[in-house]
């Protein structure tokens, strides 16, 4: 058997999930994203990962429909396409937004490590009786500990997505994983820092003199890497009117909930 045909056969028994699953490996062994992109387009022709995604899942579709009526057919490649292409753009899109919440993070927790150490580094006899200190100091510490759920809610978010959609398999690439928990362990420090900074200046507990940090609900940020995949997939495969559905349905939704709020 010809390595062409094996590699067929082997992935005529693949779901969309387990497809998405071996390209994912395949991109990850190269450690970041940017090298993975130089190896696609450094073959000839360039790789396209998302074409041979497709062009498997309807192969898989066809073997498993292979004979029945062409209704059923039908519906079963429309199927395995959808599918497919959801999960590689959920890939994308859970990559792309923990890049872009490590880059603000990266800048807030610049703001607050300054702000802590002017705070730390203040000697005046009288700041302990200063109240624009005291309150520089309650807010850093209830603004530090948001920052650590918001990331941690960010995490919980992908994992609940990944167990869904990806059977748990995480969906960073290596380098970006290693970056998100480095952000999250210095959030953590830094939270750690204006606790104890906020007990020796003798602050109120959290809870008195300032609303309690409240956590980040997960379920949205769930929403907001599903939909949007979604809505990017459908738009791929041509069929723009649902995929404006899922875009509309999605921002309406997030609208609501800042009324809410």
Known sequence: MTLARRVSALETGLSPTQLVLRWLAEAHSYGDIESYVAWCLSTEPPAAPLDRLARAAVHAAWAATRGKRPEVLASGLK????????????????????????????????VFASQLAMAACDERPGRLKDESHLRRVGLCRRLTALRVDDLLAVRDARSAVEARYLDGHGTLFPDLAAAFEEQLSRCQEIAAMAVRLAEIDGVEPAGTDEPAAAKSPAVDLVHDLVEPAKSAALEKLGEGARALDVATGWLRGKFASVSAD
């Not at 497919?84 to 792309?96: G, K, M, P, Q, S």
């Open 79 to 110: 199927s395995a396409l959808r599918e497919t292409v959801f999960r590689f753009e959920l890939v994308l899109r859970i990559n792309a937004t923990t890049q872009e919440w490590l880059e603000r993070e990266a800048l807030v927790e610049t």
